[in-house]
């Protein structure tokens, strides 16, 4: 299998430093972050959990979908989102939860089916597996006509 990359360059030191996060394929060329970013209210960056929720909900949900496929079943749409928490630990911080969401479509699927499958996605996806050491990774999912 390839190794997929990201880059980081960083300037300056601590609060007053600024980054830019780069991926291989381009999706983010440059893109910056920083402490405000981070931990204020500065919405022109990005920063390590926003991605961090973004590739957990994006792994999930390839999981899901790819076990619907697998059983025979179509999925129409799947919404997903993960909230990661950043909580203070001593001196330094630590990600001690996060909340993924689902809302799907998913013609045919009964509700127990479909609950079963979403746990069994959020147990497997790779990104869940390497996430093990979070202690509470939560799953809301519902189905939707």
């Known amino acids: 299998m390839p190794e997929k990359k990201a880059s980081v360059h ?41 991605i ?22 179509a999925t129409e749409r799947l919404d997903t989102t993960a909230s990661v928490r950043l909580a203070k630990d001593g001196d330094g911080f630590v990600i001690d939860r996060i909340a993924l969401t ?14 079963k499958m979403a746990q069994e996605a959020k147990a497997n996806c790779p990104l869940s597996k390497a996430l093990a050491s979070v202690p509470e990774i939560t799953l809301e999912a519902t189905l939707v006509q």
């Not at 609060?15 to 022109?44: C, H, M, N, V, W």
């Not at 909900?57 to 999981?63: D, I, R, S, V």
């Not at 689902?102 to 609950?115: H, I, N, S």
Request: some cysteine.
């Open 52 to 73: 961090l929720g973004a590739a957990h909900a994006a792994c999930f949900t390839m999981a899901f979908s790819f076990a619907a496929d697998k059983a025979g079943i």
């Open 102 to 115: 689902l809302k799907a479509k998913v013609p045919g699927m009964d509700e127990a089916a479909f609950q």
């Open 10 to 50: 960083w300037e300056g030191a601590g609060k007053a430093g600024q980054g830019q996060i780069s991926t291989e394929t381009g999706a983010l060329e440059k893109y910056p972050y920083g402490f405000a970013s981070r931990f204020g209210d500065d919405r022109k960056g990005t920063n390590p959990e926003e």
